[in-house]
């Protein structure tokens, strides 16, 4: 027997609302915590394998051409060397995107500086390291790569919105905005760096991988190599970050298995820091022009979003940066359209909160200058741009909560929506000021499995192959079952991370959480009918509570020595063409900016933040406080920057690409203002990893105009930015 749900129909009844057991909802720290703080959780690389010969990427160093030949002869004679894997499946990995379609790549093409080429195997890592130094290797290569985003020609991307005559609504509007914004790319840069160990075993593939979604994943691996993916398994159990880098498989995962399967030991392949930056995919550049037309009142009568992003020639990925703007704000006339710029940096592809996350800054930019235009408090000017339904396809919202987000973080911040002009407060050589935005991301759902088991022993298991990358998800899991089986958290089982379990969503798209956590509900409804019947009572009214009916038979004796296990299937159906669903939010910060050299400092920032039921309050806050402090790097010092002569990325390393450190990050509150979103997904949560970075880094810049009157235009707002903008 199993449970499947296909949604069709907004679940407002929900049969969690019922329980009383304080298991879900709570702030029960992570389950696997101990394991990861003593170091015994065993991450991709630390598997210990008996005989494991070690793989060193060799990558290109030109950024367009062709390898024309690749001397296995120069390092076979080196200490330790085993061989060279030049196989045309080790650079033939498919895009994002296209899992179950053949590769693409013609074999041996270069399409960026750092492509991974080859592989060098040897017995220890030192070895094989210095190996893929010294492999002597011919290219042929082009004249014509195209390394600027702006000085090439771009297609025009499907999904334009063009609603009523915008110009004409810019022309007549009492107060209007035409700006454009330029965000630079940014790096997953994930603490454990891509790693696998593959072990063949004549017949079938184990691959140890460090992977955000084995159900696709395993699809993608079994297809680079041409094997039936019945003969593939990925056990991903700890994952040290994602973001977006590990959705799809790169050329560690496919490395360690073409030479694994060619060798016969097994092959570890993990990613040097600086081949992570080099040959992971990265986070567009952006452009984006914003034109608000609005009332005095500020009410937007005109809404204008034109991007471009780049990408590889071929790669079908575009950083999808309209996309809250679609319905974030109201505005009759709409023109929203995106353009890709081709050239050659390395794939670009999902980073963290891909879209919003540099879409909704500089959204919230404009609308703090449009604010300034019209003389409306910034967070009133949001307040009355909120939009009833869709603006363009006229689709209600699932539910919304960014009134009460903006006015409950305006309270708590202490937001003064006084008279506001720059350079009000100055403490020493620092302009202290205040800025604010909104938060929005799309709600994703995605199809998932899991198996609950009530053994004959008394322990309870769940088992899928969602991944959890570091969110919390083993823990929410035990909680979601604990609830629905009256059961303590540390009496349920979680087992995740292996393709020979039910397939879940995997982790992305801030997905995960609502999709598995409702196929585990799914699965314990159907225990809990065979459990009522056992009992003679009604699935409604069956009361359990630490592990037995309550004033009734235990659970183990219900199972009367056979485990009972119920697998829960949820699909998300048409309900997502019935409603918008999306998370909401609101920002605030404070800055201090150094008047003499442009230096920001954040001080304090708030994010209140709406998402439907909160699973656990303290790994949905780590979530936010994750997103806040990403948002500091998107604001203040995040980029990749790449040499413009032959397009190599110069920052390859954490010394180079700064991410905030401690010092940089303030103390963040976070404030949940929580909904029931029977839409969103059976157990009435939306997406929370994400929001907490979709917007913060527009209150970061806002503030930084309000401390020192410096308008930049520019993310990351580096001290030599902010000091040229900065007014004598
Ligand atoms: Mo998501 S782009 O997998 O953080």
Redesign the pocket.
């Known amino acids: 027997m199993s449970a499947y749900l296909k949604q069709d129909e907004p679940d407002n009844a929900n049969r969690l609302d019922n329980m009383r057991q304080g298991v879900l909802g709570t702030d029960a720290s992570r389950i696997e915590g101990l394991l990861k703080v003593t170091g015994t959780a065993p991450y991709a690389a630390e598997y210990q394998l008996d005989d494991c010969l070690e793989g060193v990427l060799v990558t290109a160093t030109i950024s367009k051409g062709e390898v024309t030949a690749i001397d296995a002869d120069s390092v076979l004679s080196m200490p330790g060397v085993v061989t060279v894997i030049d196989d045309p499946a080790l650079i033939a990995r498919p895009a994002q995107g296209t899992a179950g379609e053949a590769p693409e790549q013609p074999a041996r093409k270069i399409g960026y500086f750092g492509q991974p080429i080859a592989l060098v195997v040897a017995e220890t890592f030192e070895q094989a390291r210095d190996a893929a130094k010294h492999l002597s290797v011919s290219y042929r290569e082009d004249d014509d790569a195209a390394f600027d985003p702006e000085a090439v020609e771009a297609e025009t991307k499907d999904g334009a919105t063009s609603q009523g005559d915008l110009a004409h609504a810019m022309k007549v509007a009492a107060a209007s905005v035409d700006q454009t914004y330029r965000t630079e790319g940014h790096s ?1 840069a994930a603490m454990e760096p891509h790693a696998a160990i593959a072990q063949w075993d004549g017949d079938t593939l184990t691959v140890y991988a460090s992977l ?2 084995l159900n696709y994943n395993i699809s993608e691996l079994a297809d680079s190599l041409g094997l039936d993916e019945d003969k593939v398994r990925l056990v991903s159990r700890y994952v040290g970050g ?6 799809g498989i790169s050329e560690e995962t496919v490395a360690a298995s073409v030479a694994a399967m060619k060798l016969e030991r097994p092959v570890r392949v993990a990613m040097l820091r600086q081949q992570v930056l080099q040959c992971i995919m990265r986070r567009s550049e952006t452009r984006q022009r914003f034109r608000l037309a609005a009332g005095e009142d500020g009410k937007l009568t005109g809404f204008g979003h034109e991007a471009r992003v780049s990408n590889l020639p071929g790669e079908r990925f575009a950083e999808p940066v309209l996309q809250s703007s679609h319905f974030l704000y109201a505005g009759e006339n709409r023109e929203l359209s995106m353009e890709v710029a081709r050239i050659h940096r390395m794939t670009a ?6 879209g919003e996350a540099v879409g909704m800054p500089a959204l919230e930019c404009a609308m703090d200058v449009l604010a300034e235009k019209c003389g409306v408090d910034p967070v009133e000017l949001r307040l009355r741009n909120i939009p009833d339904r869709h603006p363009a396809n006229g689709t209600p919202f699932s539910s919304h909560k960014l009134a009460e987000c903006l006015k409950q973080g305006a309270e708590a911040f202490g937001w003064d929506s006084g008279q506001r002009s720059p350079r009000h407060t100055r403490e020493g050589e620092w302009w202290v000021g205040t800025g604010m935005a909104s938060a929005a991301r799309v709600h994703n759902v995605g199809e998932a499995k899991a198996r609950v088991t009530l053994k004959a022993d008394g322990t309870t298991l769940v088992e899928t192959d969602m991944t959890d ?1 570091g969110t919390g998800t083993y823990t929410i899991l035990a909680q979601t079952v604990g609830e629905m089986l009256g059961l303590p958290v540390d009496k349920v089982l979680v087992e995740l991370g292996d393709t020979r379990h039910p397939r879940g969503p995997g ?4 997905w995960g959480a609502a999709s598995i956590c409702s196929a585990a509900y799914l699965a314990c409804l159907a225990l809990r009918e065979t459990l009522a019947k056992r009992a003679n009572a009604s699935e409604e009214n069956l009361e359990l509570k630490d592990g037995a009916v309550v004033g009734g038979a235990s659970l183990v004796n219900l199972l009367d020595g056979k485990d009972l296990a119920e697998e829960g299937h949820y699909e998300p159906g048409d309900i997502e063409d019935d409603f918008t669903a999306a998370g909401f939010g609101a920002f605030f910060a404070r800055v201090r900016v150094n008047r003499f050299t442009g230096e920001t400092r954040v001080e304090h920032m708030t994010g209140a933040f709406g998402f439907g039921r909160v699973l656990n309050t303290k790994t949905a806050r780590s979530q936010c406080l994750g997103g806040m402090t990403w948002s500091i790097g998107a604001a203040l010092t995040e980029a990749m920057l790449f040499d413009p002569v032959d397009g190599h990325l110069a920052n390859c390393d954490l010394a180079e690409y700064h991410v905030p450190v401690n010092r940089d990050v303030p103390d963040l509150d976070v404030l949940f203002v929580e909904e029931r979103d029977g839409a969103a997904s059976p157990i009435q949560a939306k997406g929370i ?2 929001l907490g970075m979709c917007g913060g880094a527009g209150a970061i810049a806002n503030a930084i105009y309000n401390a020192c009157g410096a308008r930049v235009f520019e993310f990351p707002m580096t001290p030599d930015r902010v000091l040229t903008a900065m007014p004598d």
């Open positions: 997953s955000q979604m994602g973001f977006g880098s590990k959705l592809g999902s980073v963290r909160a891909p990358i982790s992305g798209g801030s990893g994400e």
